[in-house]
C-alpha cells in the first residue's frame, strides 16, 4: 500500500513563495511523482511531473515560476513555488504511479490529501 503525506502549504501575497514537500511510503520503487492542484469551481490539473532520472514537465502556466525536485530519498518531492499569483490558488495534491511519468492525471493511482495554497493580492 502506498501513502503520501504532502505539507508546506499556506497563504501567501501575490509575489511571494512557498514550498511544498511530499513524502510517499510503501513500496515506492522506481516510481514517477507528480504535483496537481485543483482550484475552486476548477478541475484537477497537472502542475509538474518528474520521473526516476530526474526528468522533469511543467504544466505552462507554471514553467519558469514553479520548481519540482527530489529529496536525498527516492521517495520525496518538492514543489518550489515562486512569484505566485492569485490564479495559483488551490488545493495541491502530490501523487505517485510507476505506469506512466508526466502530468495526466490519469496516470497517477495514489494521492495525497492535498495543501492548501492561498495567494491573495
Known amino acids: 500500500q502506498v501513502r503520501l503525506v504532502e505539507s508546506g502549504g499556506g497563504s501567501v501575497q501575490a509575489g511571494g513563495s512557498l514550498t511544498l514537500s511530499c513524502i510517499a511510503s510503501?513500496?515506492?520503487?522506481?516510481?514517477?511523482m507528480g504535483w496537481f492542484r485543483q482550484g475552486p469551481e476548477k478541475g484537477r490539473e497537472g502542475v509538474a511531473g518528474?520521473?526516476?532520472?530526474?526528468?522533469?514537465v511543467y504544466a505552462d502556466s507554471v514553467k519558469g515560476r514553479f520548481t519540482i525536485s527530489q529529496g536525498n530519498a527516492e521517495n520525496t518531492v518538492f514543489l518550489q513555488m515562486n512569484s505566485l499569483e492569485p490564479e495559483d490558488t488551490a488545493t495541491y495534491y502530490c501523487a505517485i504511479d510507476n505506469r506512466k511519468c508526466g502530468i495526466e492525471k490519469a496516470s497517477f493511482r495514489y494521492w495525497g490529501q492535498g495543501a492548501q495554497v492561498t495567494v491573495s493580492s
Open positions: 510503501g513500496s515506492t520503487a522506481n516510481y514517477c
Open positions: 518528474i520521473d526516476r532520472d530526474g526528468n522533469t
